[in-house]
């Protein structure tokens, strides 16, 4: 169940559209080119009217979820006393009315960015306060029925402000919200079970046993051990199991030639070719190492003198 019954939950539904616009109005200004002054309009006309839908949603609030609750609890609640909606407009008409050219529009942009970014950090966290701190509230002054009441005159005050195509695009987003409502909208604890129920029921590789992975895993080179291990955590402890390393060969691995075949095979004694190539290889290391220990500086010294 919802921290609060989605019938009387007045915020979450509406705030679901404001954080879509949120998202549109990024993505529009990561995808603009700025010196392009068609591109530049149809930003700054987009971004004008979602922030009147912005400005639209914050009077509906004000009157019809705030203004009630200050009337039942006899408080003021300076909800939207620190309006940026209408310095936000303002800087929208400014660039539509003012900006002429790409040298004012490419300096127009850094200006719009700082303020969207500046905007955006503040807004969403705003919506957010208003659902864990006024929705208690609102809980607390007002019955079961009247708050279904609001929330339906909400909803349909955020579709009557549009035209006849926007209405039916605004119902169909808000039950969009609903439906996302009911499945984003858990309790911590509520929503760890289902994340649990959901994972046992699962399928996928990452959840056979660990007796199956490390059958899968006894296939798979060093190099694919070790690839294997970044994947995840559980990944990384099975791919340290003793079992899938006892058979090394440092040599051969530092000269890049890894084994890839099963490990079962590795389970025979090397042959006396390969025990004679590794002694003579020890030979010869040996006896360079030797060779090395001899200072012959002064020898050098003395062919340099006589050239």
Known sequence: MAPFPEEVDVFTAPHWRMKQLVGLYCDKLSKTNFSNNNDFRALLQSLYATFKEFKMH???????????????SQTIYNVHSDNKLSEMLSLFEKGLKNVKNEYEQ????????????????????HMKEEEEVFQPMLMEYFTYEELKDI????????????DTA????????WNQAEERQKFFKYSV????DKEAEVSEQSTGITHLPPEVMLSIFSYLTPQELCRCSQVSTKWSQLAKTGSLWKHLYPVHWARGDWYSGPATELDTEPDE???KNRKDESRAFQ???EDADIDESGKLKLEWQKN
């Open 58 to 72: 914050e009077q509906i609030e004000n009157e019809y979820i705030i203004g009630l609750l200050q009337q039942r």
């Open 106 to 125: 490419l300096n127009y942009a850094k200006q719009l960015k700082e303020r969207l970014e500046a905007f955006t950090r503040d807004f969403l966290p």
């Open 151 to 162: 929330k339906k005159k909400v909803i349909a005050q955020h579709c009557s402000q549009k």
């Open 166 to 173: 926007e209405l039916l695009r605004g119902l169909s987003l």
């Open 189 to 192: 604890d509520e929503k760890s």
């Open 273 to 275: 070719e390969w025990v």
């Open 287 to 289: 006896e360079w190492d």
